[in-house]
């Protein structure tokens, strides 16, 4: 049989329901509003201005730190670059004899420098051209001081011109009329004319009088006397013994004197005698 019943069913059907507010989730419209303007008033929203200013970053910050370091040692610099403290208020000279020292100060032309902009280049090339001055150095000792060490031309020799016997050191540099002491190298020279301090002499005839001086006593048993510059032949030697020897130019000095050395016991062997020998042509010399 069939019985029925008045229960509701268990599944209720589907309804559409018009719901009048937001449901959770849901986007609300975007909307324009107008406001008033001058009404003095600032406008709602946390209390911000019309102008929105971004806030300071990490890397804004660091930007403006390292910009005041760098003014800050910028005028720190400048104060020491125009600080009389690092001016060139002393100068201390090294190595001078015969040189005074405030001619050397003098010559360096940095007395009162800035001690980061003085030319300690230009300052060495100056003393260079003192012609007592050999070599010169000159270093920045801080905070205001310049050390200037220079080593002065040793006399040499002897350079006799036109009846004036000149002081001169290896390099063929007059030095004075100051005699260099006893056992000197002399050349005479036939040129006319008066030397000034500074002037330089003929290189080749120091050179060949040099190793002459040097050599000559070794190889062929005797001194020499003189060293003379003749001009249009060269050097020319004299030995104790009274022989004369024309070398001409300094080159081969070593050799020369060999062949002289050779030539003299020849001689003497054969009973030969002669009084000078022009050996400027090598290994042909010529007896007289």
């Given at each position: ?10 599944r209720?059907?589907?309804?559409i329901?018009?719901r ?16 008033p303007?001058?009404?003095?008033q600032?406008?709602s929203g946390g209390?911000r ?6 806030r300071p ?6 930007g403006?730190?390292?910009a005041?370091?760098?003014?800050m040692?910028g005028?720190?610099g ?9 001016r060139?208020?002393n100068i201390e000279?090294?190595?001078n004899?015969?040189?005074g020292?405030?001619?050397i100060?003098?010559?360096?032309g940095?007395l009162?420098e800035s001690?980061f ?5 230009t ?5 260079y051209q003192?012609p007592?001055?050999y070599?010169a ?9 310049l050390?200037?060490?220079v080593?002065e031309?040793?006399a ?8 004036v016997?000149?002081?001169?050191d290896?390099d063929?540099v007059?030095?004075?009329?100051v005699?260099p002491?006893?056992g000197a190298?002399v ?9 000034r301090?500074g ?7 120091v050179?060949?009088a040099?190793e ?6 070794r190889?062929?048993?005797?001194t ?15 030995t104790?013994?009274g022989e004369?020897?024309l070398?001409?130019d ?6 020369k ?13 054969q009973?030969?005698?002669?009084t ?13």
């Amino acid at each position: 049989m069939i019985v029925r019943r008045n229960r509701q069913p268990t599944r209720l059907p589907r309804m559409i329901v018009r719901r009048g507010r937001q449901t959770v989730g849901e986007k609300a419209p975007r909307m324009i509003v107008r406001r008033p303007r001058g009404d003095g008033q600032p406008p709602s929203g946390g209390g911000r201005g019309f102008f929105r200013f971004p806030r300071p970053g990490r890397r804004w910050l660091l930007g403006l730190a390292f910009a005041g370091l760098v003014a800050m040692l910028g005028g720190a610099g400048y104060w020491a670059w125009a600080s009389p403290f690092f001016r060139v208020n002393n100068i201390e000279v090294a190595g001078n004899e015969r040189i005074g020292a405030d001619v050397i100060v003098i010559s360096t032309g940095l007395l009162g420098e800035s001690m980061f902009t003085a030319d300690l280049a230009t300052a060495q090339k100056a003393l260079y051209q003192h012609p007592l001055i050999y070599s010169a150095h000159v270093e920045r000792r801080w905070p205001a001081t310049l050390r200037v060490v220079v080593e002065e031309r040793q006399a040499w020799g002897v350079w006799e011109q036109g009846g004036v016997r000149y002081t001169i050191d290896r390099d063929g540099v007059v030095l004075g009329t100051v005699s260099p002491g006893a056992g000197a190298p002399v050349i005479r020279s036939s040129a006319a004319g008066s030397l000034r301090q500074g002037d330089r002499v003929d290189y080749q005839a120091v050179d060949a009088a040099a190793e002459i001086y040097e050599r000559l006593p070794r190889q062929l048993g005797t001194t020499v006397t003189e060293v003379a510059h003749l001009a249009g032949k060269g050097v020319q030697v004299t030995t104790a013994t009274g022989e004369s020897a024309l070398l001409g130019d300094s080159s081969s000095i070593a050799y020369k004197l060999a062949v002289w050395a050779a030539l003299r016991r020849e001689a003497q062997l054969q009973g030969i005698n002669y009084t000078s020998v022009d050996l400027r042509y090598g290994n042909r010399p010529v007896l007289q």
